[in-house]
């Protein structure tokens, strides 16, 4: 009975103490996970508002014979879950180009892509800290040969520096 008295007192008091989740007007970091090898992405979110932002990412790709280069735009809502926890969805678009070359056989093109975006983030209160987890559907748009098909799903974390 002590224990279901203290857990409600726990519960009570989360609820008394959560408090709206504002955006950060800035955030930098990484976006770490995996479309057709674009593990790395260097990410940057700029808050609009309380409840909206930009995020610009940069992927990289350099294995398997293919250099790749990617950048991503995206428009996002943001809904407080509790303390300090948010989830997201947005939408987006952007641009790439790759370069194949393996046993004498060379390629290069270009493609466009539209996004979607959705996800849930954790922010530290103790430091400016934000640990995220999301699922970026992309469609492609003449990936000239760089694609066997036109999506792509992308999940990865993140993990970014907030400042203001």
């Known amino acids: 009975m002590k224990k279901i008295i203290l857990s409600a007192l726990m519960v009570v008091g989360l609820f008394y103490n959560s408090q709206a ?8 970091g990484l976006r770490l996970g995996d479309n057709d ?25 350099n294995s398997n014979n293919v250099d790749a280069l990617k950048l991503a735009g995206l428009y996002q809502w943001v809904w407080n879950i509790d303390n300090g ?18 046993n004498g056989i060379k390629n290069n093109g270009s493609f466009l ?17 934000q640990l995220s987890l999301d699922l970026r ?26 400042f203001d």
């Open 21 to 28: 989740q504002e955006i950060s007007k800035n955030a930098l």
């Open 37 to 61: 090898g674009f593990g790395g992405e260097i990410s940057y979110q700029r808050g609009l508002s309380n409840n909206n932002r930009l995020e610009f990412d940069l992927g990289w790709r």
């Open 85 to 102: 926890f948010n989830w997201y969805a947005g939408i987006g678009a952007g641009f790439g180009s790759w370069n194949y070359n393996y």
């Open 113 to 129: 892509f539209a996004a979607g975006d959705i996800g849930i983030e954790y922010t530290f209160k103790e430091v400016p800290i």
């Open 137 to 162: 559907p992309e469609l492609y748009f003449n990936s000239n040969g760089y694609r066997d098909n036109n999506f792509g799903p992308d999940l990865a974390l993140g993990i970014r520096y907030k």
